[in-house]
């Protein structure tokens, strides 16, 4: 069954009123773009929930999908009329039916991290079958080994596990850093996340790749500490995490953190300090990993 695509752009300030309204008009789905991502005047926004400079493009793309059947105009009426806006110039497309799985696979192929280490979604074949290969399914986790933060990770996994080290991945996702750490040789391997789903998919991940890790939220991971931490998940958790996360590693052990923009890395290693002697480790494309090493006499 096919659909139709409203599109149109709208001032930034009035971007989430329009997507609030034409959702509750009975749009499937809206999102909210930068009308010129893609050319020169792309305008790139990094930013975190709750940040205060958080912002968007000065004009914004609004598309929203309805059912075929829908009368488009009339949506588009009603939800103007709630806002007390004008009608803004705007143009709808229909949507031939697809077969979405399929698309969106079409999106992963092999990845590979490092000469011969690969991250290989779990509908293709390995292109070297010899390499270290890490099976995938990201499911509805984050994590497909494509971001630099998540290729930084693994980079780091790889130049560090030694055999038998205890491990926890915190924030795992899709599980991929914690199932790369047992698959190079890690002993007792953890990972645990907030989302319970992306506990479920890192669990299948896990099982695809034969490897035993323990999954599981923050309050039920087990007690103690860890001979390597790593963390892939942002500025702000980081920064408030850095008490708990300190916990998890044992005097001498070593903690990795991602997710972190260049000119962030210097904020998140101010809150760390007190734990441990850290630095930027590498960046990519504009990301920075820090690497750490726990002081044996620091504070708990």
Same mark, same amino acid.
């Given at each position: 069954?096919?659909?139709?695509?409203?599109?149109?752009?709208?001032?930034?300030?009035?971007?989430?009123?329009?997507?609030?309204?034409?959702?509750?008009? /009975?749009?499937?789905?809206?999102?909210?773009?930068?009308?010129?991502?893609?050319?020169?005047?792309?305008?790139?926004?990094?930013?975190?929930?709750?940040?205060?400079?958080?912002?968007?493009?000065?004009?914004?793309?609004?598309?929203?999908?309805?059912?075929?059947?829908?009368?488009?105009?009339?949506?588009?009426?009603?939800?103007?009329?709630?806002?007390?806006?004008?009608?803004?110039?705007?143009?709808?497309?229909?949507?031939?039916?697809?077969?979405?799985?399929?698309?969106?696979?079409?999106?992963?192929?092999?990845?590979?991290?490092?000469?011969?280490?690969?991250?290989?979604?779990?509908?293709?074949?390995?292109?070297?079958?010899?390499?270290?290969?890490?099976?995938?399914?990201?499911?509805?986790?984050?994590?497909?080994?494509?971001?630099?933060?998540?290729?930084?990770?693994?980079?780091?996994?790889?130049?560090?596990?030694?055999?038998? =080290?205890?491990?926890?991945?915190?924030?795992?996702?899709?599980?991929?850093?914690?199932?790369?750490? &047992?698959?190079?040789? &890690?002993?007792?391997?953890?990972?645990?996340?907030?989302?319970?789903?992306?506990?479920?998919?890192?669990?299948?991940?896990?099982? =695809?790749?034969?490897?035993?890790?323990?999954?599981?939220?923050?309050? =039920?991971?087990?007690? /103690?500490?860890?001979?390597?931490?790593?963390?892939?998940?942002?500025?702000?958790?980081?920064?408030?995490?850095?008490?708990?996360?300190?916990?998890?590693?044992?005097?001498?052990?070593?903690?990795?953190?991602?997710?972190?923009?260049?000119?962030?890395?210097?904020?998140?290693?101010? =809150?760390?300090?007190?734990?441990?002697?850290?630095?930027?480790?590498?960046?990519?494309?504009?990301?920075?990993?820090?690497?750490?090493?726990?002081?044996?006499?620091?504070?708990?």
């Amino acid at each position: 069954m096919s659909h139709l695509a409203l599109r149109f752009d709208v001032d930034a300030a009035h971007a989430d009123a329009w997507s609030d309204a034409l959702a509750e008009n /009975g749009a499937l789905a809206v999102d909210i773009s930068d009308p010129a991502a893609g050319t020169a005047a792309e305008t790139p926004v990094y930013a975190e929930p709750g940040d205060p400079g958080a912002t968007v493009w000065p004009v914004a793309r609004i598309t929203a999908l309805f059912a075929a059947a829908t009368d488009v105009g009339a949506r588009l009426r009603h939800g103007a009329a709630q806002l007390g806006l004008g009608l803004p110039v705007h143009e709808v497309e229909e949507i031939a039916d697809r077969d979405w799985v399929r698309a969106t696979q079409a999106q992963f192929g092999p990845i590979e991290i490092e000469p011969g280490f690969w991250i290989v979604p779990s509908w293709c074949a390995p292109p070297v079958p010899a390499a270290l290969n890490l099976a995938l399914d990201p499911g509805v986790a984050f994590g497909t080994g494509s971001h630099p933060t998540t290729r930084l990770c693994l980079q780091w996994l790889r130049a560090t596990v030694t055999p038998h =080290a205890s491990v926890l991945d915190y924030g795992c996702g899709s599980g991929i850093l914690a199932i790369a750490a &047992a698959k190079l040789g &890690a002993g007792d391997v953890a990972g645990t996340d907030i989302d319970p789903q992306a506990l479920d998919a890192a669990a299948d991940n896990a099982r =695809a790749n034969g490897t035993a890790v323990a999954f599981a939220a923050p309050d =039920a991971i087990r007690g /103690g500490t860890f001979d390597l931490v790593v963390a892939n998940i942002l500025t702000n958790p980081l920064r408030m995490l850095a008490p708990a996360l300190a916990a998890r590693v044992r005097p001498g052990g070593r903690l990795a953190l991602a997710g972190l923009l260049d000119a962030q890395a210097p904020l998140v290693a101010d =809150a760390y300090a007190r734990w441990f002697t850290i630095a930027p480790w590498r960046s990519a494309d504009g990301w920075t990993l820090l690497a750490g090493v726990r002081t044996p006499d620091a504070s708990s």
